[in-house]
């Protein structure tokens, strides 16, 4: 048998009249699949943290939360932005600067204030280790849901929109941690979240250039 | 080239409002462009230029598998060379070629250089028949024997709802497996 490209052209569009989804809508719905696995893994291995109440009248607990919600939509905006071919990253990359001017700008607040602890001990806190575990297991079946949603996408450059997919999950992630992480100081948030979102955006860069082709 | 790309905008519109016949036109008409892109991009990289035929029905069906990403205010030629030359670089890369194609080359190709089209069996024919049987059945007989869905429907006792389904994902896992191959 054989198809010539004048019958390829007859077939595409006998199929004119199918309808496919926008890529937001497949993402949405894979990550609202996939939440309820990462909420289920931190309700059961982790909670939150027993003092939330009053944990919430402090700046820094709730400045966390900024942070990496802000994170988790820039890496959304740029991503669905980086699933149509022609996208170019330029114009979107300053959504990153969001979440990042939030904690600068909670850096310097915390260094004008009268502090209890010295400052490496701030930044080392308790948690390093359960935060570096914590977010990337946390992120998987939110980084896999996403690779899902963004196939459905044409990415010109799969290893970028994958390490979009991989910043959008260790927010969402790290947003659920934050609520079970007792330190506070930006600057263990700088440090270790960071560390930790850095490992879940290499990973969604690797899985990207394999899984995000089109 | 300007009033080219206008029509070809005008004519995804139409063809995304249902319009079949104006979706028809949309791939005759950018076809040759693509061709020559095709060809010339496999010259400058050394490959013999009978096999570019494959990159353009490979292309002809990541336009349609994704058009879904073209944003329907925009015009349609920065997406579709950009769709073109992803497809042209990735063809080249799996032949071992590390070439980089400037997208100038499709924006400048010229309509009154449509190179005819290869005789060389092609990809898409000899993926065909790995497809499940029921897919391939309905894509022969739209493609080789030009039946319509209602008579492919008839011919082998299925809804026209399903000739349709077997159809899209026909298209799409001959897609998938041009891209794994």
């Not at chain 2, 080219?4 to 040759?32: C, N, Q, S, V």
């Amino acid at each position: 048998m054989r198809m010539d490209t004048d019958q390829l052209i007859n077939t595409l569009a006998a199929d004119n009249a199918h309808r496919s989804r926008p890529v937001s809508f497949v993402l949405t719905l894979a990550l609202l699949a996939a939440a309820p696995i990462s909420i289920l893994m931190f309700v059961t291995e982790m909670g939150v943290r027993p003092d939330v109440m009053t944990a919430m009248h402090n700046p820094f607990f709730d400045l966390k939360f900024a942070v990496t919600l802000a994170l988790a939509a820039a890496g959304i905006t740029i991503s669905l932005h980086l699933a149509r071919p022609e996208a170019s990253l330029r114009g979107f990359v300053w959504l990153l600067a969001i979440p990042a001017g939030l904690l600068v700008a909670g850096i310097s607040g915390e260094m004008m204030m009268p502090q209890r602890l010295p400052m490496m001990t701030r930044l080392v806190g308790s948690n390093s280790k359960v935060c570096l575990t914590a977010v990337p297991l946390l992120s998987l079946p939110l980084l896999a849901a996403s690779l899902i949603g963004l196939r459905h996408g044409a990415p010109a450059r799969p290893a970028v929109a994958g390490a979009m997919a991989g910043l959008l999950s260790s927010g969402l992630a790290a947003t659920l941690y934050a609520s079970n992480c007792t330190d506070d100081s930006p600057l263990f948030v700088a440090t270790w979240y960071t560390l930790a979102t850095a490992v879940v955006t290499a990973i969604g860069a690797l899985a990207g250039s394999r899984v995000l082709r089109f | 080239m300007r009033e080219r790309e206008d029509e070809w905008t005008g004519l995804m519109r139409l063809a995304m409002e249902g319009d079949g016949a104006a979706y028809h036109r949309l791939f005759k008409a950018i076809t040759p462009v693509l061709r020559a892109a095709a060809r010339r991009g496999f010259s400058r990289a050394g490959q013999p230029v009978d096999q570019s035929e494959d990159i353009v029905q490979d292309i002809l069906l990541a336009v349609h598998l994704k058009r879904h990403t073209w944003d329907a205010n925009a015009p349609l030629a920065p997406w579709l060379f950009a769709i073109a030359r992803n497809k042209l670089i990735d063809a080249l890369r799996r032949r071992g070629r590390r070439v980089f194609v400037d997208i100038d080359d499709f924006a400048e190709t010229l309509a009154d250089q449509p190179p005819a089209e290869t005789a060389s069996p092609s990809e898409v024919a000899a993926q065909l028949q790995t497809l499940p049987a029921r897919q391939r059945d309905v894509l022969q007989s739209i493609a080789v024997e030009s039946a319509s869905i209602k008579d492919t429907a008839k011919k082998f006792s299925m809804s026209e709802g399903a000739v349709r389904v077997a159809l899209h994902r026909g298209l799409a896992s001959l897609t998938a497996k041009l891209r794994g191959q």
